[in-house]
């Protein structure tokens, strides 16, 4: 502890350096060898000083510092060195050139508040003769935490590196020195969103780092504009520290990751006053108390209703309302405009669009700041324009429940909270397009609605329809189609790019709690109509040209009927895209879109240890790049099918594989050591939620399955990621129209279970499915004694009685038949009073009875099996078993009706005596068993055609407006990377890194 000092000669080489414990009581010469260390220095070179963990000022009060003093202010040619303030819980750091002390520079930085370190900041001198830049750093921390800064720091870089200069594809001339621009960490190629004060940049920077990126918004850094005589328009340098990070930014495969820059300086600047750490006043003392607990800083910024400037320290958590902009209850305001503005630090939200509608909303800049961002407040905002804004570093707030943590709220309520998001949208009739989420600590964008107008907006919506003006009624929500949703972008968001679901409360009961307004609750029951009353009529709604990448959870979850994803891209994320149904009679849809697993997006290394191991020695792995989801054995999904029916339609997919990241864990530990990956799977859930008719046609891959990955994969539960799956996993299943996914049309792809599979279907082992040229069905079984058993009913085929179908009672009550199949049902407890079933996705409305058309009883099963009236049913009286036919004609005239034509076979059957012998299989076993299907040549994979992502997805984000300096095809600009021999895998590992005793290595 003490005194550091390098010398370097003007062409960067070493030239000295000392070391001086003047925090060390025992060294008693420090301060002599430092003065005489420094005087015979000779003229032209380069000296940095630096303070290593403290100066030692307070263990040596008696010490003669006045040496030392002097000695620097001799050295640097200052009147009075600011080391004479310097206390040890302080760094400071100091340089000069010997025999120019024009460029003397040196900084005492105090530690503040309740900071746990403290460091000094760009303390350096440039030798513009030599292209060199010398730094000297000191940090100091007061905790015992080795994540935090506790040393000095010495460097040398060329001034290419420490003033690089960025190339953007649009026109920066207007950008001055000292402004302050915003990198999220995606950038390497970036590229802008600008208008006159230009807010959003994207730019094309070359670098020979090995590019990456990862999924945490906070690896964003600031830096400062410096003057640049030699850049062209479309280019500008930076200064300041290091980039801390490496750094990704290109159109991979169809998917645009070139990052952002974000302007935040402005020429008219409003500043709120902070203090330096969180206070209490005895005005409104619980308040402040609570929200001291939660923030370590003053939350009491400024709060004006402004445009056209740089908003820094505004808005404020004690009082809501309090927002840098705010528009509040302004009816239409057509014409009006906020834009090219820049809100940084806030302390509440970035602009709040409440009870107001038709205003444009562009080209504005957001970084760090508590809450929802744009905020669309009371659920009945509409024609309002998002338009080329961005937001980085979206954080929890306390304005209202959704804004909190869970951990903030009540724990009755705390599933209630934290819904926070980047773009909160409550009204599906507003223009939403180029916007940019960049980081959010859950959500990026996040559409959901309340049944009714929220807050003031509630009595003011009720005076305009009391005055025959147009209002938003009860249930007008959650009827309106998207107005527009286009070409936007979500990364780096805890959690999802894309939230579409959940209510918001007007303050009501909810499963026997109350659940306050403005709070998150239930599933949303979205269901576009025109007119958008209950009363119209279905409508499809469409989102397109979303861009969606390392979004941690994953990157869409969209809840939704009759609702469209078009040419969209998703990327790098545990789960793609997961569309399950809002309305049971609807369809969601996924079109031209683009799916990537895993791209060369590395991000940062990460070092993972298992510590629920119970060796004594823990296994370790260094990660070369990040990983998806929480643990590095998340499994890889593309399309997640849930619920439905879904489509995937004209869609590509690329890099779903196995990764094998150590075998070593395998081999060694017995634990997993690798991920497994499929680009078409099955949302992870002990439900059996699934339709038989969710649909797949025209998708192609850029990879060869199975040698370089899976088309299709499902776990179980000795799969990492999978345990959880129960016996309601078995019917994961989907229709493979054209075979361009099983090479087979008309297929069903169905887990390996004898009970949905016959003998002309075949397994891909690769997949852990089958596949079957059958139909299959959803049939719902109700009756009055469901919870009498724990698994009530035992689903039998008659051509594989050796293998029952049952489920645990909790696993629902939805069960996969195949067409042209007989089954007999049994009851494992008690004979139900009443029973009943109803067919879903199947073209018939067989039986058919009423008053007016009684069912017909036939004589003998084969009877049954010719009818064709649809009355006929078959009473076994020997065996004790009725028999009804489920068959097959009414046309589907729209592929989206569950019921077609609003018909679904179904049948009540009342029981009105008779013995209570709950299962028949013994009886049933000789008279209704029939014989297998013969097996048939079993089908393979289509063969491999590697496909493009040509003509797929949303493509690049933002179009070139300038010439470029050099070239501008994205890809072709940077070299590529240099890759290792290859090390053989097993399975279809890539890009794996192993671990052995030797050390690691990349294959």
């Known amino acids: 502890m003490g005194l550091h000092v390098v010398v370097w000669n003007l062409d960067g080489s070493l030239y000295d350096f000392g070391t001086f414990f003047t925090g060390e009581t025992w060294d008693t010469e420090a301060d002599s060898l430092f003065v005489e260390f420094l005087r015979i220095i000779p003229t032209g070179k380069v000296v940095a000083i630096s303070v290593m963990r403290k100066l030692g000022i307070e263990a040596r009060p008696g010490w003669d510092w006045e040496s030392i003093f002097s000695a620097v202010e001799t050295l640097g040619g200052l009147t009075q060195t600011q080391m004479k303030n310097v206390s040890d819980t302080d760094a400071y750091a100091f340089i000069t050139v010997t025999g120019n002390n024009d460029v003397t520079m040196e900084q005492h930085m105090p530690l503040e508040g309740n900071a746990k370190y403290t460091i000094t900041d760009d303390v350096h001198v440039t030798l513009w003769g030599s292209k060199l830049k010398f730094y000297a750093e000191s940090a100091v921390r007061i905790v015992n935490d080795h994540k ?146 939660l923030f370590d800083f003053d939350h009491f910024g400024g709060h004006l209703k402004f445009t056209s400037t740089e908003f820094y320290h505004m808005g404020q958590q004690e009082f809501t309302g309090s927002y840098p902009i705010h528009f509040h209850m302004c009816d239409d305001v057509n014409g009006t405009w906020v834009r090219s503005n820049s809100v940084h630090h806030s302390l509440a939200r970035c602009v709040t669009i409440h009870g107001t509608d038709g205003l444009e909303v562009s080209d504005n800049a957001c970084y760090d700041h508590l809450g929802h961002g744009y905020f669309l407040e009371d659920s009945v905002e509409q024609y309002n324009i998002l338009d080329g804004n961005i937001v980085i570093g979206t954080k929890h707030g306390t304005h209202i429940m959704t804004d909190m943590k869970n951990s903030w709220c009540s724990k009755t309520l705390a599933s209630k909270c934290n819904s926070l998001s980047t773009f909160w949208i409550t009204h599906f009739n507003n223009y939403v397009r180029n916007n940019v989420a960049a980081g959010s600590d859950n959500a990026g ?58 209510k918001i409360s007007y303050g009501k009961m909810y499963h026997n709690t109350f659940i306050p307004e403005n709070a998150r609750f239930g599933s949303n029951e979205y269901d576009p109509r025109e007119p958008n009353t209950p009363e119209g009529t279905p409508v499809t709604t469409t989102i397109k040209r979303l861009t969606v990448y390392k979004n941690r959870k994953e990157n869409i979850w969209l809840r939704g009927a009759n609702t469209i994803l078009v040419n969209s891209s998703i990327a790098d994320s545990q789960r793609g895209l997961v569309m399950p149904l809002s309305q049971s009679n609807g369809v969601n849809e996924v079109k031209n879109s683009v799916f990537i697993g895993m791209s060369d997006n590395l991000g940062v290394g990460y070092t993972y240890t ?35 029916p879904s489509y995937v339609t004209n869609c590509y997919f690329n890099d779903f594989y196995h990764w094998h990241w150590n075998t070593t864990w395998d081999n060694v530990f017995n634990l997993p050591g690798y991920r497994a990956g499929g680009a078409l ?92 040229p059958h139909k299959y069905v959803q049939v719902i079984i109700r009756s009055d004694v469901w919870n009498t058993a724990d698994k009530p009913v035992t689903l039998i085929r008659d051509d594989a009685h050796e293998h029952p179908f049952s489920m645990n009672k909790n696993q629902g009550r939805r069960y996969h038949f195949i067409v042209n199949k007989t089954y007999t049902v049994h009851f494992n407890n008690t004979v139900p009073q009443q029973f009943s079933m109803q067919a879903l996705n199947m073209e018939s409305w067989y039986p058919s009875y009423n008053s007016r058309r009684p069912p017909r009883e036939v004589a003998t099963i084969q009877e049954l ?67 297998a299907e013969e097996a048939t040549v079993e089908t393979t994979a289509p063969s491999c055609v590697k496909a493009s992502s040509q003509g797929f997805g949303a493509g690049e984000t933002r179009p070139t407006t300038v010439p470029l300096t050099s070239a501008s095809d994205g890809d072709d600009q940077c070299p590529q990377h240099a890759e290792p021999a290859p090390e053989p895998l097993t399975s279809q590992s890539r890009d794996a890194l192993l671990t052995t005793g030797g050390g690691t290595w990349m294959t």
């Open 148 to 293: 935090l800064p506790h040393d000095v720091n010495f460097r040398v870089t060329s001034t290419d590196i420490a003033y690089p200069k960025i190339d953007v594809i649009n026109d920066v001339s207007t950008w001055q020195p000292g402004d302050h621009v915003l990198f999220t960490h995606i950038l390497m190629f970036l590229f802008m969103i600008c208008s006159d004060c230009f807010s959003l940049q994207l730019i094309m920077f070359c670098s020979p780092m090995n590019t990456s990126t990862d999924f945490d918004w906070k690896q964003a850094e600031e830096f400062e504009v410096f003057p640049c005589d030699d850049c062209a328009n479309n280019q500008f340098r930076v200064k300041g520290r290091r980039i801390q990070v490496p750094h990704y930014g290109k159109v991979y495969d169809g998917v645009d990751m070139r990052g952002e820059v974000a302007l935040l300086s402005r020429d008219f600047v409003i500043e709120g006053q902070m203090e330096t750490e969180c206070y209490v006043t005895e005005t409104n003392r619980e308040k402040e108390e609570w929200l001291c607990s």
């Open 445 to 502: 964008f996040w559409f959901n609605y309340a049944d009714r107008p929220l807050g003031p907006s509630a009595a003011r919506q009720a005076e305009k329809l009391a005055n025959n003006q147009p209002g938003v009624t009860e249930f007008q929500t959650r009827h309106t189609p998207i107005l527009e949703f286009d070409n936007n972008v979500a990364h780096s968001n805890y959690e999802r790019g894309l939230m579409f679901d959940s």
């Open 610 to 644: 298992d510590w629920s191991f119970t060796g004594e020695e823990k296994p370790v792995h260094k990660f070369s790049r990040s990983f998806l989801g929480w643990r590095p054995t998340d499994p890889l999904q593309g399309f997640v099918f849930y619920h439905g």
């Open 681 to 772: 799977g099955f949302r992870r859930t002990n439900m059996p939620v699934f339709s038989a008719r969710s649909t797949v046609s025209g998708l192609k891959f850029g990879f060869c399955d199975p040698c370089e990955g899976n088309s299709v994969f499902d776990g179980n539960n000795t799969t990492p990621g999978f345990e959880k799956d129960g016996e309601g996993k078995q019917q994961a299943s989907f229709h493979d129209v054209d075979g361009s996914v099983t090479g087979m049309t008309n297929s069903q792809v169905v887990k390996n279970n004898p009970f949905f599979t016959t003998p002309k279907c075949s397994f891909r082992d690769n997949w852990g499915m089958a596949v079957c």
């Open 865 to 931: 099996d010719a009818d064709t009236s649809g009355a006929a049913y078959f009473w076994d009286k020997k065996v004790g078993m009725v028999f009804i036919k489920l068959m097959s004609n009414e046309t589907r005239t729209e592929r989206q009706m569950m019921c077609p034509n609003g018909k679904c076979p179904n049948f009540n059957l009342v029981r009105k005596d008779g013995s209570n012998t709950a299962d028949c299989r013994q009886s049933a076993n000789g008279p209704y068993v029939r014989q």
